[in-house]
């Protein structure tokens, strides 16, 4: 029934390792060091619900590879492919494009969009190594491929939940609202699959000016079982919530902001700015201010619970008003500003950087701060480990610029070695692999530079596949 | 008659290409398939009278080479070499140099300070390939290779128009003022020269405080036949002139801003502020208030003529006021400020950013927002392409740290190809050599990384070589 | 009596240098040449009492290695080692671990932490080629290298003044306060050590509102025998001490700012600054502003007495406040910030940036300012030099983004050379080596991509190594 026949696409088994030969021989022998440990996924999105129900599926290749991933849309969207065409569902219920064959096809024409990206990379080795496909995606292969990855996708071993033993994941963190009811954590749970655990993200709680800030503390008090009427309230509500996430076996909260901008406010202040909220008097300055105020008040709860703490900067979400009013957040169009941690998170070190019960992972956008600004602060701050490159710097030049640029003066045991951030979770191998490329390739130049012994380079790829993640976000098992 | 004999001076075939042998090997055959393509130069700053004249002559080797070069004289002008000893015309009339074989000599004398810069790259190039020269300058050699290079600018094959045709050059786009006549245009292409165009650049006409700016502004009235009286009438003046200079053949328009500010004033607004302009009364907020909103305003013709907008930005021009009073603008004391692309260039994008009629191309000399900014941004919006290296970074390190940092996150199809933005005529197809050598080598170290197969290498050396740039220009011949 | 048997650790004798033989091949040739060449220090701070007296010591192995170096104790501080427990002498005088040995197999058991940063390649090669270790510092070993490293410590080839002898110094500048009486010097130069010189640092006089201020501009008024009761006496004798400092041989002057931020203030307006803060009526805005003012009068000084002026700018001192007052100044918690050259260096380059009488040398903690603002500046203005990659960016990566950077467009001979700028005496030889390693490597890749001579590498090699340096601070010996 399965009429695809393998053709030409072959992937080397060297890439990503340099040219030479030298070089190439170390990062081969650290490779097969750490190529098959189990993947520790401690940031992530995918949706649990995905997991919880052993009859979910993926869906058609269109809905795996194309309608969901921003980045696939943007970078055809950038080359006149409006969204519609590519089935991205418009709030509006205008139509969009539902035939999935054709949707394929038109991404399949596209296809050549994405050389030298990471997204090619991903794509290229999970149709290659997870689904089997071994001829080259383009539109005159569009129509078998898609066929056979119709059929792959129908077979049980293609479910989420056969995936997710098959790709050997020893830890998964989702992100979850402060508000939810991790049901189906509770089931994954009880279904034995405790390595699946929640993240505690409060970021709509503290987005006062959102149109939906009053439902969302109202969902709060419920999930809580407080009434919020009080800054007082929402502290006690929002311990109430991470002390059930943590229950639930969560090791981390999440928290974006657009700078790392942050200040104490004193009681009298923050109560009276919340009571403000509360009836609906704010400005973007309060809210600045309350997000300021907020992520110190974070970094408390997190030494006094020992929930580590993730906070990933600078992104200006939905920069493009046209396709957020058509088709809503996160279709590719967050486009990173500068940011300034110095001096920013000073007030928030100053009360918890030193704090052995304190862990923060800090997240730029901004690469120009790696150097000046984040690896000095991880090289002082016992609280500080910084996060793998983030979102465009998941890539092949991103981690090398990532590596050269912090490891000198952080260290490499101020990393949190690598996550995968990502919502596709059929791609979670494929990001990880490059990731080990990545880190095994730049290892083996520091052993050729005569930089590093080759078993100090085994013990680091070792470290950042797994030691690195495993103990910055204190993973155990249960 | 020649006396001239070659001596040592040799160029590296293989220059710019990695040392690594499968590396090189597949660089060079990247390089011999793109090596000998046509030049397209959609942007520069030749001067059309070099080219329409027949009989128009490049002068002394001093004057080709030295006097009007502010990449040469700033070089030496830094190690302590008068500007006035290399001759460059002093606005007060005070004596320079005008004996030109000595400024020759002092230029060799000091030619071991371009060691590892491109301009010494280009130069060696053009000595070697263009004029024959095979000995290395130096104090020693000035003497012969003045000799020798004066017998060949005698000859007819050196003539501007015979280079035109030996360069391969299939596109040459000068930059012009908007009250520019054109009559050099209207020669070249009676002349049968169709591939020289015009470039529309009203720069000068938005500078309301400069000194200059209502001749400027009466300029543009006899050249449009408009009264120049109000901002309606500017309007219309810019958009009698944008249509002559597309009957001309124009493909752009050129714009430099300090920061990329835009904002759109209200139709009130400006007519007050432009009216106020009229009667001398700005200053340097309105100035920049009024520039913000013209970007947007050029941006709209640009949408409804289809004339390729490229936007400049983020040089702070004649930095040096002892040398500007002295000499003037462009030498070599315009220093690059940081530069904010998300938000400033976000109500233009509003209002265009989707329009396909519409194409934007940016260039930078803040290397910091490549990956941060101008990558996440085209990689985005279908009106965006991101221009080559630009000024300082036109050079071997400039081009691979562009391509390391934009490429991941845009693509390769959402990048401009090359442009030499040169006014030295004759060291144009050096600057596309490097360009083509550097980009090659690159492509070569992703095959070899196993990121990229060698026949997509082969398609994007093609396009990075004349592709890109024809079709960002919209480059059609007549 | 020497129980040490030397065991496994090896460092390469090619470290630095590029797997690819051909690179290697020329980067082995280079070294060859600048390897034993004279070192020239003109910046660092090692004490000249440590020179000055035949009978000083280095003190303990922890003395030397650790407890005084901050880029050591702030690794450990990250990883959770506290600074008490490392012998970091406590302003409380609360009591700190007193046991040396204990510190060294502390510091032993957390050496990995150093593996691939500057550190720990300085530390490896100080005590293989220096001391004689010859096997790798582990929990494990510390104890057997301790006693070996004590037993070195007590010869008399390894007191400071023998090791002088033995590192072929050339020039070693000290960094000396405006007020001090420079007696160290006098004995140094007495004893015929003619090369050890002091450099003016003026830094704690223009900090008006430290509480030490009055005090040390009581100190500069005695020093100078000038009552200083207004700015006219404070310039005077600040101008007395530089010809102090140049009887005394000093070459230049050294200067400390969070900024850039250059302005002349007007007679009367310095003037009421001035005696305002003598009244102890100053404000953070009175201290920038002066600040401002000072460091173009400075640069008048320097254009009058030819002292070579540097200006190191953009650290945020003693970010850790918990750690300032409990351990004081300099104990890692300098943190960078992002800096502004174009603008703010204007005022100062336009009084004195043209002047051949004065030259000024700048360093930077903000990378993205070495392209962008830091080598056009130095390409253009004649008194400008760049100093070598400073502080976090002394390191092998460092230096290579910094040549990356900066040469194309300033080009080599506007380089200051190397220098070490440590307090860390013994590992002077340690960090020129990296810096001819480093410098020779990206030379050979130059040659091996036909980008440069070989002839001209190695007159470059020897610039880098020594004659920039030799130049930048006008050296020649007495």
Request: net charge negative.
């Given at each position: 029934?399965?009429?695809?026949?393998?053709?030409?696409?072959?992937?080397?088994?060297?890439?990503?390792?340099?040219?030479?030969?030298?070089?190439?021989?170390?990062?081969?022998?650290?490779?097969?060091?750490?190529?098959?440990?189990?993947?520790?996924?401690?940031h992530g999105h995918v949706q649990?619900?995905?997991?919880?129900?052993?009859?979910?599926?993926?869906?058609?290749?269109?809905?795996?590879?194309i309608i969901p991933d921003h980045y696939v849309t943007r970078m055809l969207y950038s080359?006149?492919?409006p969204l519609e065409?590519l089935g991205v569902p418009a709030r509006d219920d205008r139509?969009v494009?539902?035939?999935?064959?054709?949707?394929?096809?038109?991404?399949?024409?596209?296809?050549?969009?994405?050389?030298?990206?990471?997204?090619?990379?991903?794509?290229?080795?999970?149709?290659?190594?997870?689904?089997?496909?071994?001829?080259?995606?383009?539109?005159?292969?569009?129509?078998?491929?898609?066929?056979?990855?119709?059929?792959?996708?129908?077979?049980?071993?293609?479910?989420?939940?056969?995936?997710?033993?098959?790709?050997?994941?020893?830890?998964?963190?989702t992100t979850d609202a402060a508000a939810d009811?991790?049901?189906?954590?509770?089931?994954?749970?009880?279904?034995?699959?405790?390595?699946?655990?929640?993240t505690?993200r409060p970021d709509a709680l503290i987005a006062l000016s959102r149109p939906d800030w009053?439902a969302q503390?109202?969902a709060?008090?419920?999930?809580?079982?407080?009434?919020?009427?009080?800054?007082?309230?929402?502290?006690?509500?929002?311990?109430?919530?991470?002390?059930?996430?943590?229950?639930?076996?969560?090791?981390?909260?999440d928290h974006a902001a657009l700078t790392?901008?942050?200040?104490?406010?004193?009681?009298?202040?923050?109560?009276?700015?919340?009571?403000?909220?509360?009836?609906?008097?704010?400005?973007a300055?309060?809210e600045?201010?309350?997000t300021?105020?907020?992520?110190?008040?974070?970094?408390?709860?997190?030494?006094?619970?020992?929930?580590?703490?993730?906070?990933h900067v600078g992104s200006l979400r939905n920069h493009n008003h046209a396709v957020f009013t058509r088709f809503g957040p996160d279709n590719g169009a967050d486009i990173p500003i500068?940011?300034?941690?110095?001096?920013?998170?000073?007030?928030?070190?100053?009360?918890?950087?030193?704090?052995?019960?304190?862990?923060?992972?800090?997240f730029?956008l901004?690469?120009?701060?790696?150097?000046?600004?984040?690896?000095?602060?991880?090289?002082?701050?016992?609280?500080?480990?910084?996060?793998?490159?983030w979102w465009f710097?998941?890539?092949?030049?991103?981690?090398?610029?990532?590596?050269?640029?912090?490891?000198?003066?952080?260290?490499?045991?101020?990393?949190?070695?690598?996550?995968?951030d990502t919502r596709a979770?059929?791609?979670?191998?494929?990001?990880?692999?490059?990731?080990?490329?990545?880190?095994?390739?730049?290892?083996?130049?520091?052993?050729?530079?005569?930089?590093?012994?080759?078993?100090?380079?085994?013990?680091?790829?070792?470290?950042?596949?797994?030691?690195?993640?495993?103990?910055?976000?204190?993973?155990?098992?249960?």
């Open positions: 029934m399965n009429h695809y026949r393998p053709a030409s696409r072959r992937l080397s088994p060297d890439r990503c390792f340099a040219a030479d030969p030298a070089q190439r021989a170390v990062a081969r022998a650290l490779y097969a060091v750490v190529r098959e440990l189990p993947l520790l996924c401690p649990p619900a995905l997991l919880a129900a052993p009859e979910a599926r993926f869906g058609s290749p269109a809905e795996l590879f080359q006149g492919v065409e139509p494009e539902s035939d999935h064959r054709r949707i394929w096809q038109r991404f399949a024409e596209h296809f050549y969009l994405f050389r030298a990206t990471p997204t090619g990379l991903w794509l290229a080795d999970e149709l290659t190594n997870l689904f089997g496909v071994e001829e080259r995606l383009s539109a005159e292969s569009a129509g078998r491929i898609y066929d056979h990855l119709e059929a792959q996708l129908a077979r049980p071993e293609f479910a989420p939940q056969a995936l997710l033993k098959r790709f050997n994941i020893a830890l998964l963190a009811d991790l049901a189906h954590h509770q089931r994954l749970h009880a279904d034995g699959l405790n390595h699946i655990r929640p505690f009053p503390i109202a709060l008090g419920r999930a809580a079982g407080v009434e919020v009427a009080s800054y007082a309230d929402f502290v006690r509500a929002l311990e109430q919530r991470r002390a059930f996430f943590q229950q639930m076996g969560a090791l981390a909260t790392p901008y942050t200040h104490r406010l004193s009681d009298g202040e923050v109560a009276t700015l919340f009571a403000r909220a509360l009836r609906g008097e704010v400005d300055s309060a600045a201010r309350f300021g105020h907020m992520l110190i008040e974070f970094a408390r709860m997190s030494a006094e619970d020992g929930l580590v703490m993730q906070l500068s940011t300034e941690w110095t001096r920013n998170l000073q007030p928030l070190l100053h009360a918890y950087g030193d704090d052995p019960r304190f862990r923060l992972i800090l730029t901004d690469e120009s701060s790696y150097s000046r600004e984040l690896a000095p602060l991880a090289g002082h701050y016992p609280a500080l480990r910084l996060g793998p490159p710097f998941d890539s092949v030049n991103g981690m090398r610029r990532y590596f050269d640029l912090v490891v000198e003066t952080a260290g490499i045991y101020n990393l949190a070695g690598f996550n995968d979770f059929a791609s979670i191998p494929s990001r990880h692999d490059l990731w080990r490329r990545v880190s095994c390739d730049w290892l083996a130049g520091l052993v050729v530079q005569g930089l590093l012994a080759e078993d100090e380079a085994h013990e680091l790829a070792y470290e950042l596949a797994y030691g690195l993640a495993q103990r910055a976000y204190r993973w155990e098992t249960w």
